[in-house]
């Protein structure tokens, strides 16, 4: 269970980003790049006028932004199983409940479903933004607001940490211990890409978004990481999955052993406004039953297509192409194709073979000898 500590006035300005979120769920859709519906949830309207461009950044790029009140009695993620919404900015961080059907569950869920999600707080963060927080991942300390990460958890990425300098502390604690959490250890900002590739990032300084800043970088920092965040970087699909025998085109229900066969796939990457072909070294493909009995690298063109081509096993039984491909800060990709191999039938065997040959030799010396024996008991008196 995490501790979370009420931060002191002297709060630093933070990040915070979750520690775990092991969900397994189907992977992102890249269909879901058209739908740019956002719930933007605020304690006051007034939010609108100064973070106003960090909302016009996101509506310059095709997003279309519902503000509501986060205590709304009308509130509601989904209508008749549908969710309304393709991403969630929680910019109200003293809110303590919120209206409608809207709570700590109904959140998670929109990120079990794989939606994405930012949430700023700042030191007057309620308990309710500690709690989504908290279950977005594992320990959480606060004292500016700023945060350790599980080392442990290959899903959580540090983007911004504090300075050499900075220390982070229990206020309460007595003054002779010594501070938990110093230097660069301290998370400033974080973010979290789930098992089924939603998207999270929780900040502690909703201050950082707002238009207060002209001379610093919060705003190309803040309109960079939400282009992330709703997959307008770093999103990769893969279509046109294709293998077949080589010199064939068709792609047949089954292989025999000893089969040559290509492998193909197409795989590109959002540019924020059109697919661009995806440029990697790192691809493999598996031909797999219990364990890959081939792992292959795939070359590319550059233009998007990777393709190998390798033989068949001498092994026969239920076999997968598999694609399980992942790269920080990309989107993963799991892909597979299911084909039986078969053995060759009893008439598909060559006829003699060369290694037999010696059993070959025995069996025909082995009936030459009996045919000398039987002459030579016949006809000996």
Known sequence: MAKLYPAPLSAIVLVLLASKLCIPCDSFSADRLTDRRLLVLVDDLAVRSSHSRFFSSLRSRGYELDFKLADDPSLALRRYGQYLYD??????????????????????????????????????????????????????????????LNAANSLVLKVLSASAAAYSANPSAELSQPPSLTGSAISLVSIVQARNNARVLITGSLDMFSNRHEKSGNEQFVTEISKWVFHERGHLKAVNLHHHKVGETNEPTMYRINDDLEYSVEIYEWSGSSWEPYLADDVQVQFYMMSPYVLKTLSTDQKGLYSTSFKVPDVYGVFQFKVDYQKLGYTSLSLSKQIPVQPFRHNEYARFITTAFPYYGASFSNMVGFFIFTVFYLYNK
């Open 87 to 148: 991403g969630l900015i929680l910019f109200s961080p003293s809110v303590q409940r919120f209206g409608g059907s809207l709570d700590l569950a109904a959140v998670l869920d929109f990120v079990d479903a794989g939606h994405d999600l930012i949430l700023a707080a700042d030191s007057s963060a309620s308990d309710l933004m500690r709690e989504i927080a908290t279950d977005c991942g594992g320990p959480v300390l606060f004292r500016g607001i700023g945060h350790s």
